[in-house]
């Protein structure tokens, strides 16, 4: 294998993980605050065609973006309605947010579909981008890419440093004793899910605006579920998120590898390979229970209710 | 604020069984102002969509035999659902009991005996079985996830079904369409009418209707699974075995999802196409949830979902909507019955005291 083989590996690892790290970072503040939203593969799917649509109706890229954060923050408010006021089971929440999301994606988007767009372009950082092997993964992606390392930044200094960092995770850690301090425990629950909407939303966007500019039924592919999977394997732990996103990306640009190794393996069979990554990692970390106990959130999936 | 819930106390028994009628008149509520939005007149398009396809005797076979598959996997999420085992694995269940049946019945398509077809089904079901039991395994011996670790497999399964059409299961005689041979005479399922479709497959669904219903209703084993489900904790004090509940809740669940898949095979298809399913196994979990986990209220959720599939057919060819119609209003109705679920428990209340401090404050207003 060359250098450039590999440097290219490395670029398109990055490109392939930027969608798998936008979702997961959403869904790990909505989890640090003891909610899980099971909804991401429907908010990303819908963020993914409303960004299409107005992308290609406007012609402006970045007002895509914007609106498919909105429309994600928009599905994660229902869930929020019916989940965090109604109080309704949040495992059956999440999963009618994605049968919804998946449903109304595909009729809304009906007429889109495969339509060309010009979407997001390569952006080299000049003489950075020459730096070998690395230079072009870090320092030769879209403009979404660059946005998501400093999301990343952003997500991992508020969780590791920041107070509100401390909010919402002892709102999910207790919420009977966070509430006792007079934090408001529903809305900073609610902040953190349309967070996670908005996320979500942009993971759409970066599917449909620049990792492949079109709109395809269902074209986020289980991403949604993965990101689940990776909040999991980080143990909910910000850095390992990051390493977790670009290993799936990886798993999933094998057949790049096994077509520049000269392999014949038929495509669908490459195709199973984050899934089977996923339950494989699932397997190794849920294997023992006390370790998941320790670092998942206490009140995870939990209702509460204020005066409980 | 304005509205305000009140607990009850107690489950609303009526609300319990009206929460899902809610549920379905709110959706045909939103559905129509979405219709009138699109500028289609929303009574025609409900006749469309609910009543034109099954006014005549065809269009009621057709209702039949697109209930079958999903009803067979509602009872089989059903029984998992009330152990609080998130088995979303009903889609991959149901491709791996087609694609086994069929790997078998291409290579019995000469054979005239009709033990080719049990032999089919029965592979088919058991290969449902098989890949729900993986769930199983992974969710007992290694603390795994089942929701995520199911869905996974969905993935898994369909992309194996897309490799064995496209591969080692493709009719060599078909052109280079991914698809299988047709199979033999003797491996179809009899058909139960001269008119339509309707095959054997619906005593298997409505076997599968009361022996769910005995195992839910009547038996320690399903008595033992619903305290699973309410509470774990109880469940290992009362000394029930956890493990071998979970192994068997999904095994049941994998099962009847595979027969729902080996019957479309043998059954309306003839054939295996990778269109087998147009996610039979997700609108299950709506199913599921909507006919409350009650195998006679699944029957009926069932029928309305069937019924909407091939509404959302005919609105497609007829009104040219999308036909993601379908999944819409499952997504819709979903939602709405979740949301109206907090009426078992809750009354909702007029706050009059906040009214009468809203006027209280206008009129102060007014005075300045």
């Known amino acids: ?308 | 604020m304005l509205l305000s819930l009140e607990p009850r106390g107690q489950q609303s028994r009526l609300m319990l069984w009206c929460s899902p009628l809610l549920a379905a008149v709110l959706t045909l509520g939103c559905g129509s102002l979405l219709f009138i939005a699109l500028g289609h007149d929303p009574l025609q398009t409900l006749y469309t969509l609910l009543i034109a396809p099954i006014s005549d005797l065809y269009g009621v076979s057709e209702w039949l035999i697109k209930t079958l598959p999903i009803l067979l996997c509602a009872l089989g999420l059903a029984v998992a659902y009330q152990a609080r085992i998130w088995n979303i694995g009903a889609e991959g269940q149901l491709l791996l009991g087609a694609l086994a049946g069929s790997a078998v019945a291409v290579n019995i398509i000469d054979v005239q005996s009709r033990w080719a077809l049990v032999l089919i089904l029965l592979t088919g079901t058991l290969a449902g079985a098989a890949w729900a039991a993986l769930t199983a395994w992974l969710r007992t011996r290694f603390n795994a996830n089942e929701i995520l670790t199911s869905i996974m497999l969905n993935y898994i399964a369909l992309n194996l079904l897309l490799f064995c059409v496209h591969g080692p299961l493709k009719d060599p005689a078909g052109f280079n369409f991914p698809e299988s041979a047709m199979f033999g005479e003797a491996s179809r399922l009899p058909l139960l009418l001269d008119d339509g479709r309707v095959h054997a497959g619906l005593y298997f669904a409505l076997l599968a209707l009361v022996a769910v219903w005995v195992l839910l209703q009547k038996s320690f084993v399903g008595f033992q699974i619903k305290v699973l489900g309410l509470d774990a904790r109880a469940a290992g004090f009362a000394g029930f075995r956890q493990k071998p509940l979970v192994w068997l809740a999904l095994l049941i669940s994998g099962a009847l999802a595979g027969l729902a898949g080996v019957c479309e095979v043998a059954g309306p298809i003839g054939q295996l196409v990778p269109q087998v399913s147009p996610g039979y196994g997700y609108a299950a979990i709506t199913v599921a949830f909507l006919g409350r986990l009650n195998p006679i209220g699944i029957l009926f959720a069932s029928l309305l979902m069937a019924l909407l599939y091939i509404g959302g057919e005919s609105a497609q060819m007829s009104l040219n909507l999308p036909q993601a119609i379908t999944q819409l209003f499952q997504g819709m109705m979903l939602f709405f019955l979740l949301a109206c679920d907090v009426l078992i428990l809750y009354r909702p209340r007029l706050n009059l005291r906040w009214i009468r401090r809203a006027r209280t404050t206008a009129v102060q207003a007014g005075a300045l």
Not at chain 1, 198 to 225: F, I, K, Q, V
Not at chain 1, 245 to 266: D, R
């Open chain 1, 1 to 308: 294998m060359d250098i450039d083989l590999l440097s290219n590996i490395f670029y398109a690892m990055v490109r392939c993980g930027t969608p798998l790290l936008l979702v997961a970072l959403g869904e790990l503040v909505c989890e640090k605050s003891g909610v899980l939203n099971l909804g991401q593969e429907g908010m990303m799917l819908f963020g993914a065609v409303i960004g299409f649509i107005v992308a290609f109706n406007s012609g402006h890229l970045w007002l895509g973006v914007l609106l498919a954060m909105a429309a994600g923050m928009l599905l994660s408010a229902l869930f929020a309605l019916v989940a965090l006021v109604f109080n309704a089971n949040q495992v059956a929440t999440g999963l009618a947010l994605t049968i919804f999301g998946v449903g109304l994606s595909s009729f809304v988007g009906a007429a889109w579909v495969g339509k060309p767009l010009a979407g997001f372009e390569p952006l080299a950082i000049p003489y950075l981008s020459d730096i070998p092997l690395i230079g072009r993964m870090l320092f030769a992606q879209d403009l979404l890419v660059y946005l998501s390392f400093a999301l990343f930044a952003l997500v991992a200094w508020v969780i590791v440093k920041s107070r509100a960092g401390l909010i919402i995770q002892a709102v999910g850690e207790n919420p009977d004793a966070a509430s006792a301090m007079g934090l408001p425990v529903l809305w900073v629950r609610t902040l953190a899910v349309l967070f996670g909407g908005a996320m979500a939303g942009l993971a759409g966007a970066y599917l449909s605006l620049a990792y492949t500019p079109m709109w395809a039924e269902n074209m986020s592919a289980g991403r949604g579920w993965i990101a689940l999977a990776l909040v999991v394997f980080a143990s909910w732990r910000v850095w390992r998120l990051l390493l977790g996103a670009y290993l799936f990306g990886l798993a999933s640009i094998l057949h790049l590898v096994a077509q520049g190794l000269g392999l014949a393996i038929p495509s669908s069979l490459l195709a199973m390979l984050p899934y089977a990554a996923t339950i494989l990692v699932l397997v190794l970390l849920s294997r023992d229970a006390v370790r998941t106990r320790l670092y998942a959130p206490v009140s995870l999936g939990q209702p509460w209710q204020a005066g409980h």
